[in-house]
């Protein structure tokens, strides 16, 4: 089985500075891979997914973007953070039709 | 664009009582369905998922599911609840057109009293 890795577990960083977190994935080869963020009260929102190195649909227009260098790695990032930024966000691989998700980073813009 | 409603914000049962959490989708075609649960600060667990064939699912937990399409309906189920069941539950469904990314409900926080 899958084993997603996430890091950092928690990230606290000033309006304006420069984000990047890091997903990957063990277990498997060629997985749907997606990015999630959960806000406080909001549910959990699709930001970006990609079924393939090099291939990412975003779901929501942002200040962040998502790539992926390696089969098995996908990293957010963003060049300038928003208060909005804020919130719990979580790396998931898809294993035929079910999803299973990372530890996730919890993200504080001050 | 199919989407999916958990009725209820909150829900404080007793230990040992019986529990049902709802969630209602709305999708085109056959969907694929699935609960999660979510302890605070964690990230989300697999509880029970459906395709296709019965429309009674057995989960970890002791949970289970119940398909009902003519209801758009997929409510979980435990017959005896335990403090430790005390969560944030997410029922979703599956989108064909975004690589079968999950689409949430917005969960249902379940308290557990003595």
């Known amino acids: 089985s899958q084993t997603i890795h996430q890091w950092p577990a928690t990230l606290v960083q000033p309006v304006g500075s420069p984000l990047s977190l890091e997903c990957t994935v063990e277990?498997?080869?060629?997985?749907?891979l997606y990015w999630y963020r959960q806000a406080a009260g909001r549910g959990l929102q699709l930001l970006f997914y990609?079924?393939?190195?090099?291939?990412i649909s975003s779901e929501v227009p942002q200040n962040l973007s998502a790539s992926r260098p390696q089969d098995r790695q996908f990293i957010l990032s963003s060049k300038k953070l928003l208060l909005s930024d804020s919130g719990f966000y979580l790396c998931?691989?898809?294993?035929?039709?079910?999803?299973?998700f990372g530890p996730g980073t919890r993200l504080t813009v001050t | 664009a199919q989407s999916v409603t958990q009725p209820d914000i909150h829900i404080t049962v007793s230990e040992g009582a019986s529990l049902e959490l709802r969630c209602n989708y709305s999708?085109?075609?056959?969907?694929?369905l699935f609960w999660y649960v979510q302890s605070p600060g964690q990230g989300l667990q697999l509880l029970l998922k459906?395709?296709?064939?019965?429309?009674l699912v057995q989960g970890i937990k002791g949970f289970e599911a119940e398909f009902k399409r003519s209801q758009s309906s997929f409510n979980l189920r435990k017959p005896s609840v335990h403090w430790s069941d005390a969560a944030e539950y997410f029922c979703?469904?599956?989108?064909?057109?975004?690589?079968?990314?999950?689409?949430f409900g917005k969960g249902t926080s379940l308290l557990v009293t003595p």
């Open positions: 998931a691989c898809r294993d035929t039709y079910e999803q299973y």
């Open positions: 277990g498997t080869s060629n997985p749907n």
């Open positions: 990609s079924v393939g190195i090099g291939q």
């Open positions: 999708y085109g075609a056959t969907p694929y």
């Open positions: 459906y395709f296709s064939g019965d429309t």
């Open positions: 979703a469904v599956g989108d064909s057109n975004s690589g079968y990314a999950l689409n």
